[in-house]
């Protein structure tokens, strides 16, 4: 007898929260808050977008990081950023910018417009220990770079990380295994993914709406909600709204002390501390 298929479902959903940072860049935090602190290995997920100026151009100017990653991914708009070490570069619609903060950098990020629109994601990836100092370093791709595919009718992935088929994306983290998909679906249409076993995952809707799950488990899962995902492996996802778009996104849990304080992500309050002094003595 055929082993039933084992559909994921949601085990929790929430909804972002209105915020602000950098030097007053208006944004929807969706993990990292109140609600939801973190996801091992996930410790922020913040969504921007806006037609207004005024709510971007301040700009995220120059700030520390040390022991997690940050990934920034690009949806419309172009966002300049510079580091300490000599790196620099523009994003620009569809890229994508894995950062390794590692031992510590300082870097900026800063809109590359004065009108239009400016949307996307940052995400940060905490690291294990074992890598928490290691060099700073850049997975950096152009549109051009990432893997795009229709894996079923009505249904277009971007593949920035892990793998469908055998189709891999360009970004490799072999700490947390993690998987970052941009998945449309035109209206009506469906698509099942499995995901890899352990991992945690969420998914995210940004327009429209969607339905996860299979059956009596169905959950309707609107824009700006996210979904934290349980049970089975086998993602099952149908549009409900006329077409729709989200992230699904999955990593490996660390399981790993947490101590974290802005911008700094450590395992004990001795190494954030030691992190401070570090900073401050420009040893960044």
Do not use: C
């Amino acid at each position: 007898m055929a082993t039933p298929t084992a559909y994921a479902r949601v085990g929790r959903k929430l909804r972002g929260q209105p915020t602000s940072d950098g030097a007053g860049v208006r944004l929807t935090r969706v993990i990292g808050g109140q609600q939801l602190p973190d996801l091992d290995p996930f410790l922020l997920l913040d969504e921007f977008g806006t037609d207004r100026p005024e709510d971007y151009l301040a700009g995220f100017p120059e700030h520390p990081h040390r022991g997690f990653e940050t990934v920034t991914y690009m949806l419309d708009g172009r966002m300049r950023h510079k580091d300490n070490h000599g790196n620099e570069g523009v994003l620009v619609p569809g890229s994508v910018q894995w950062m390794t903060a590692g031992r510590g950098l300082v870097h900026s990020e800063m809109p590359e417009q004065e009108e239009g629109r400016m949307r996307g994601f940052q995400l940060w990836v905490n690291l294990p220990a074992r890598e928490k100092m290691t060099e700073p370093k850049y997975q950096e791709f152009a549109p051009d770079r990432i893997v795009q595919l229709r894996p079923a009718d009505g249904v277009q992935v971007k593949l920035i990380a892990g793998r469908i088929g055998d189709l891999r994306g360009p970004i490799a983290q072999p700490a947390t295994d993690p998987v970052y998909l941009d998945i449309a679906l035109d209206a009506g249409a469906g698509w099942e993914y499995e995901l890899p076993e352990g991992h945690n995952a969420f998914a995210y809707v940004y327009e429209g709406g969607i339905e996860i799950g299979d059956g009596e488990d169905a959950r309707a899962l609107d824009a700006q909600e996210l979904a934290v995902l349980s049970g089975g492996s086998v993602l099952k996802l149908r549009d409900a709204k006329q077409g729709s778009r989200l992230i699904v996104v999955a990593g490996r849990p660390l399981r790993e002390p947490v101590a974290r304080y802005g911008p700094f992500v450590m395992n004990t309050k001795q190494e954030v501390m030691q992190a401070f002094v570090d900073f401050q003595e420009g040893k960044f």
